[in-house]
């Protein structure tokens, strides 16, 4: 079946460094990719998306491209804050009707000032 | 624009007992997805409703049941809790055709 599989975390840089939050996938058909974001105590943000191979999805300074070639959605900033920090999700929905979200096990990140 | 609302926030059961979670989609939303988290994994899918039916389910017993309402709010009922179902129970809206889902804040359920 489908999965995500994302890098293990937890993930601790400091204020202004360089992010990357590997992701890659396994699916069948044509999956649109997503990461979320939960920030401590909270409910899942929709952080950005990419629907076909090689779209670039950003927001807030995080970036991600579809590569159908690699089946990877990797999360890039280029200068983070300490706000920041949290746990991050890659996700896929999958070629069902349904269109099910199938989730990566969360990347924790911690920025320290 | 109101975003997705759930209740309760925090719940508390004993082993055994049954609980309702409740649901309100996003103004447009048609579509009700429900997601079990636990502790430092990823979400589970549950079950998704469109209509008032339900348009697919995950890997859980039928303990797990749920409803969708004709305004698209919605409610996750389980029966006989066990401790393993102590998670956080995630509601997610779309509307049919869109694929991005919004979270509620979801509700913590602790079984003891």
């Known amino acids: 079946g489908d999965s995500v599989t994302q890098m293990e975390g937890p993930v601790t840089l400091s204020e202004e460094a360089f992010l990357t939050i590997n992701c890659t996938y396994t699916?069948?058909?044509?999956?649109?990719l997503f990461w979320y974001v939960q920030y401590p105590g909270e409910g899942l943000q929709l952080l950005l998306k990419?629907?076909?191979a090689d779209d670039k999805g950003s927001n807030k300074g995080f970036e991600a491209t579809y590569r159908k070639e690699t089946t990877s959605f990797h999360l890039e900033k280029g200068s983070v804050q300490v706000s920041d920090s949290a746990v991050y999700f890659c996700?896929?929905?999958?070629?069902?009707?349904?269109?099910?979200?199938?989730w990566g096990l969360g990347t924790s990140l911690a920025v320290n000032p | 624009e109101t975003g997705v609302t759930q209740s309760p926030t925090h719940l508390i059961k004993t082993r055994g007992q049954q609980v309702t979670l409740r649901c309100s989609s996003q103004?447009?939303?048609?579509?009700v997805s429900w997601y079990q988290q636990a502790l430092g994994q990823g979400p589970q899918f549950i079950f998704q409703?469109?209509?008032?039916?339900?348009?697919g389910r995950g890997n859980f017993p039928p303990r797990f049941s749920g409803l969708q309402f004709p305004n698209y709010s919605s409610e996750l009922n389980v029966n006989a809790l066990e401790l393993d179902d102590s998670a956080l129970y995630l509601c997610?809206?779309?509307?049919?055709?869109?694929?991005?889902?919004?979270f509620g804040p979801g509700t913590r359920l602790t079984v003891t």
């Open positions: 997610a809206s779309s509307f049919s055709g869109v694929k991005e889902q919004y």
């Open positions: 103004s447009g939303h048609n579509t």
């Open positions: 409703y469109y209509r008032e039916e339900e348009n």
């Open positions: 699916a069948t058909g044509y999956p649109s």
């Open positions: 990419a629907t076909k």
């Open positions: 996700a896929l929905t999958d070629a069902g009707n349904n269109r099910k979200l199938i």
